[in-house]
């Protein structure tokens, strides 16, 4: 019964052209299930051109400035050739890959016509993250880096036998590897690196010679790309990587008959989904800042390709995509740490640099390279991948300018609903807030969003304080996966105990919270806004949850209005760092970290205590996979409404911390 409630709130989702477009897809996959019993789809077409990459072989591996960076890769590659492996933040061993095979909870996927698969169903599969994530073939591209850099036939050799043993495994269409088109897009992306850096090893010829195995799984990757990319309610991210890998492919590899139909059909989607996908403020419209990096990634090597091959995406596509990579530099607090709203699955377009890099970095390198942009940038990180994916730019590694470093007090990103609040911007007093009011998501599924409106973050001498607590799971535990992205796990209000938002399964909300914003006040030392959503209309008494945020003098202020009418229960929460450890004394709670305290005055009209690990607060997700407890301060009261509830907040001392390490991205 619960299954089908599910159907009948995903099919509510999709519009009557969608519906049809699904309908036509069903079909197809019956002509190939069918063709494929035939084994009529075994047969590679021919190539109709050489293949003659434009890509140039000869970036630069010898000067100090990499060397840092080339060790730690050197070093992970080194863990792979021993069969040490790490995806998703767990780590284990195993002597034979196993590309069917979810490690981590010991199942094994059935290799069955791929189509008829459940992929989401944990007795069948597993948990299916873990299987694609080795299915992307990063591990791989990696190694081919550390071959490339030092010349060693072990990593080439290593290469090589994974790569056969995939295409042993994975027969055309079967098992869940073919069931994603966003995994086979992010696959062929590694596939061109590994190729291209291969191509002057003595075994190449094996894998991506004329005869080569990889050819035919490549070109069957691209081929059911272009016959079931995303449509509809699921074209958000997944287009994006999906036309990405289609057309990168394609490009670099335009060997079959079908190639140019291929590039021109993922170039013009391309180009018309950063239109649709990216506010004019330059911020992802999913509100999940790791995928805003995530598409990025993706454009970026796309429209990079396109230059290089003849074939340029437009002007207005280049100034959207380095819109979209200049505002990031106001969204890092000095100690480097990134947003956390909205959901992270830490995915990746491509790998080349050791995991524990921040990625933005040669995001960063390249953008100043091939964009103009004028962008900070470290000399110790990112540079070997900007040269291996970009060896045409120029790699000066002189100083550059911090488009962001003077000291402004706000920056407003209004269609996206986040405003910055700031003082003492990049120094060792500095106070980095976030504030929500914008929608939950992008399109009818608003499928990475949280529901988190109204919430707010603090990050104190570039050290997050009040933090958003992740996204911990998405597929396998289905109450931590509701609890990270519902409203408890926010620092906003709840009533009565529910989501803001109403969830119809783990990647949809069906009946969304509308937020509006009543006020925005400019102050001598801060600034202050005014917002409101309707999440709760749908309860007796037709609530409204207003709040106040005001950041003026180190200080923070914050007043809700619970409008409405009725006795409801209303609970007030806020969640702090692992880093801070945190007491109610009196009508205070006060927070310390190493170097530095927050006093909270807290209202005497609500009840107040602290949950650490408990069963519905008190959680921290540091990156996907990863759980720990951490001090949450919650305030509950049942209430008549209306209810005004008032807390201040006072920084009292700040500096800079030791370990940052807290929600940045690797």
Not at 340 to 356: Q, T, V
């Amino acid at each position: 019964m619960r299954k089908w409630k599910w159907y009948f709130r995903r099919l509510s989702a999709m519009n009557n052209k969608e519906i049809l477009q699904r309908l036509q897809r069903e079909l197809k996959k019956a002509k190939y299930r069918k063709n494929i019993f035939k084994q009529k789809y075994l047969k590679l077409p021919r190539f109709v051109t050489k293949h003659n990459d434009l890509w140039k072989n000869n970036f630069q591996i010898n000067d100090n400035n990499i060397r840092t960076e080339l060790n730690s890769l050197l070093f992970e590659s080194n863990l792979y050739l021993g069969t040490i492996y790490n995806f998703l933040n767990k780590g284990y061993y195993t002597a034979k890959i196993d590309w069917n095979y979810d490690d981590i909870n010991f199942k094994n996927a059935p290799l069955e016509f791929a189509f008829d698969i459940n992929y989401k169903d944990f007795n069948i599969v597993g948990d299916i993250k873990n299987i694609w994530e080795k299915n992307r073939h990063q591990h791989l591209s990696l190694v081919a880096v550390a071959y490339k850099c030092t010349k060693d036939n072990k990593y080439a050799e290593y290469i090589k036998d994974q790569l056969i043993s995939w295409v042993e495994q994975n027969p055309i269409l079967y098992g869940v590897n073919w069931a994603s088109p966003l995994e086979l897009g992010i696959r062929l992306i590694s596939w061109v690196w590994i190729e291209r850096l291969l191509r002057d090893w003595n075994g190449y010829d094996q894998l991506f010679g004329s005869k080569g195995l990889m050819w035919e799984p490549i070109y069957w990757h691209q081929k059911i790309i272009s016959d079931f990319y995303s449509i509809g309610s699921s074209a958000n991210n997944h287009l994006i990587g999906e036309m990405a890998g289609l057309y990168i492919s394609s490009t670099v590899w335009p060997i079959f008959k079908e190639s140019e139909e291929w590039r021109k059909l993922s170039a013009d989607i391309l180009e018309r989904e950063i239109e649709l996908q990216f506010f004019d403020s330059g911020l992802n419209k999913e509100q999940a800042f790791s995928y805003h990096l995530f598409v990025i990634e993706f454009l970026l090597l796309a429209a990079i390709e396109g230059d290089r091959f003849g074939k340029p995406f437009s002007n207005k596509y280049k100034l959207k995509l380095r819109k979209a990579i200049e505002i990031i530099p106001f969204l890092i607090d000095t100690g480097n740490n990134l947003p956390n709203y909205g959901d992270s699955d830490e995915g990746l377009a491509i790998l080349l640099h050791p995991k524990k890099f921040p990625r933005i970095n040669w995001i960063f390198w390249i953008a100043n390279m091939w964009l103009s942009s004028d962008l900070p940038v470290s000399n110790e990180q990112g540079l070997l991948t900007a040269r291996i994916i970009y060896p045409e730019g120029c790699v000066s590694i002189a100083k550059l300018s911090n488009i962001c470093s003077k000291d402004v007090k706000f920056h407003i990103f209004e269609d996206a609903g986040l405003y910055i609040f700031t003082q003492n911007r990049y120094s060792e007093k500095e106070i980095f807030c976030t504030f929500d009011a914008g929608p939950i998501g992008y399109l009818s599924l608003a499928a990475h969003g949280h529901a988190d409106a109204l919430s707010f973050t603090l990050s104190v001498g570039g050290l997050p304080v009040i933090i958003d607590p992740g996204t911990y799971q998405y597929n396998v535990d289905l109450y931590w996966r509701n609890y990270f992205r519902g409203t408890k796990a926010h620092n906003t209000i709840n009533i009565d105990d529910l989501d803001q938002s109403v969830s119809g399964g783990p990647f949809l909300w069906t009946k969304k919270a509308n937020v509006q914003v009543l006020n925005w006040t400019e102050l001598p030392n801060g600034a202050s806004i005014t917002a409101q959503h309707d999440g709760y209309l749908r309860l007796p008494g037709r609530i409204i949850h207003q709040r106040t945020f005001t950041l003026d003098n180190n200080k923070i202020e914050i007043i809700d209005r619970v409008l409405g009418n009725g006795n409801h229960k209303v609970e007030w929460r806020l969640h702090f760092s692992p880093h801070c450890k945190a007491e109610i004394i009196d009508n205070q709670c006060l927070v310390s970290w190493n170097n530095g305290k927050l006093i909270i005055d807290l209202d005497t009209r609500l009840n107040w205590l602290l949950e650490y690990g408990g069963t519905n607060a008190g959680w921290y997700s540091e990156g996907f996979n990863l759980k720990q407890p951490i001090y949450t301060l919650i305030g509950y009261q049942n209430s008549m409404l209306p209810l005004e509830i008032g807390c201040r907040i006072k920084v009292i001392n700040s500096g800079t911390s030791t370990d940052n390490s807290i929600g940045k991205y690797d």
